[in-house]
């Protein structure tokens, strides 16, 4: 079946850190990929995604590249801010009926 | 202009009662749905709609029914709420493609139920 990891949060770090969150996927096919982030008191948002093996996903400085040998899609941002601290969301797409599937989120506190 | 809005945005009710939540969306998608966030922030996906035609519905207790009275709303109503129906609940839309994948999914502010 389809699945999504996340490593556990929280995870805390000083502004101008360097962060990684990562994400691994089981899936039947070749899903496309997602990062969506979910600040405080509101909906989700989508940051990125790749829809293919070794495509890279970017937005706002944050990356991500879709590892079709390691089922990884891990999220990457070389310098964070305060405006950063979210809750992370990897998830992929079944291509089913848009059935996005979302792993158990990674909590992001960036203290100054 | 809100792309997704629910109402309401909180929501405070007692045990066996029955609720509604409604969703609507502005951007001419095509495909709705309703995701269930637990208190440890877990999501996962309740109905989906597209075109008004129901096309996901996961394994959901029948107390939940979603009614879609166009392409633009989606609403979820509750019958006798239980202590464990206290969530956020999410409302997201998206545009089928022209291949018949699905383009990125646009997501509501969310409403928090509690059930006392």
């Known amino acids: 079946g389809n699945s999504v990891t996340q490593m556990e949060g929280p995870v805390t770090l000083s502004e101008e850190a360097f962060l990684t969150i990562n994400c691994t996927y089981t899936?039947?096919?070749?899903?496309?990929l997602f990062w969506y982030v979910q600040y405080p008191g509101e909906g989700l948002q989508l940051l990125l995604k790749?829809?293919?093996?070794?495509d890279k996903g970017s937005n706002k400085g944050f990356e991500a590249t879709y590892r079709k040998e390691t089922t990884s899609f891990h999220l990457e941002k070389g310098s964070v801010q305060v405006s950063d601290s979210a809750v992370y969301f990897c998830a992929l797409d079944t291509r089913f009926g848009g059935k996005l599937i979302f792993g158990q989120g990674t909590e992001l506190s960036v203290k100054p | 202009d809100t792309a997704v809005s629910q109402t309401p945005k909180y929501l405070v009710t007692q045990m066996g009662n029955d609720k509604s939540i409604k969703c609507e969306q502005n951007?001419?998608?095509?495909?709705m749905y309703w995701y269930k966030q637990d208190s440890k922030k877990f999501l996962k996906i309740m109905f989906s709609?597209?075109?008004?035609?129901?096309?996901i519905n996961e394994t959901v207790p029948n107390r939940f029914s979603p009614k879609s009275p166009d392409k633009a709303h989606l609403n979820l109503h509750i019958n006798s709420l239980e202590l464990g129906d206290s969530a956020v609940y999410f409302c997201?839309?998206?545009?089928?493609?022209?291949?018949?994948?699905?383009?990125?999914?646009?997501f509501g502010p969310g409403t928090r139920l509690t059930v006392l």
């Open positions: 709609y597209n075109n008004k035609e129901l096309i």
């Open positions: 997201a839309s998206s545009q089928v493609t022209s291949g018949g994948s699905y383009n990125e999914q646009f």
């Open positions: 899936a039947t096919g070749y899903p496309s």
């Open positions: 790749a829809t293919k093996a070794d």
């Open positions: 951007l001419g998608h095509d495909t």
